[in-house]
């Protein structure tokens, strides 16, 4: 129980570009397309209500989105 409120905990912190991407790349399942600072820079670009902390991202605000988000994209980088 106490790892997994360890888990919750790491992935609510708000952290920094670079150290969103290592992680983000890090826990994704096999199979996914991989993010890219510049694909991260697009998508906050065109997303900017998802940053109501200036430039610090979070897995569990961003995550997901950038999971749906995405895959078409990934071809183009």
Do not use: C
Not at 11 to 40: Q, V
């Amino acid at each position: 129980m106490k790892k997994y409120s360890e888990e919750l905990e790491v992935s609510a912190m708000r952290i920094s570009l670079t150290d969103f991407l290592k992680s983000y790349n890090k826990t994704l399942p096999e199979g996914f397309p991989k993010a890219s600072s510049a694909l991260l820079k697009q998508f906050k670009n065109s997303h900017p209500l998802f940053f109501k902390h200036g430039d610090l991202w979070s897995l569990d605000e961003h995550r997901k989105k950038i999971i749906d988000w995405l895959p078409p994209r990934d071809q183009a980088f």
